[in-house]
């Protein structure tokens, strides 16, 4: 079992920056890669960015340029940087986990972001 715990949400005007973090503990060894994926509302879940163990990233083309993924394998917790967020940004926003044995996914209780003036 894996846990994670999300924090760094909050309302940032348009243009502003915010950083979350992804606490995870448990059998942290057993789950690679690790993300973010957001759910605005009256949308579906959706992938934002993800690193693994060895530090390759993935973005979503909406996110790129704008955002960064990191990780420090050493404290088992994970970020995201968010720069020049927009209105569109405005999610909750989930820290994922994936076993890399079973392919099961664990979830964070998830961040609620909003971007508004």
């Known amino acids: 079992q894996v846990q994670l715990v999300e924090s760094g949400g909050g309302l940032v005007q348009p243009g502003g920056s915010l950083r979350l973090s992804c606490a995870a503990s448990?059998?942290?060894?057993?789950?690679?890669?690790v993300g973010w994926y957001r759910r605005a509302p009256g949308k579906e879940r959706e992938l934002v960015a993800t690193?693994?163990?060895?530090?390759?990233?993935n973005y979503a083309s909406s996110v790129k340029d704008r955002f960064t993924i990191s990780r420090d394998n050493a404290k088992n917790t994970m970020w995201l940087q968010m720069n020049s967020l927009k209105p569109d940004d405005t999610a909750v926003y989930y820290c994922?986990?994936?076993?890399?044995?079973?392919?099961?996914?664990?979830w964070g209780q998830g961040t609620l972001v909003t971007v508004s003036s």
């Open positions: 994922n986990a994936v076993n890399r044995a079973s392919g099961f996914q664990f």
């Open positions: 690193i693994t163990r060895g530090g390759s990233t």
């Open positions: 448990g059998s942290v060894f057993s789950v690679d890669p």
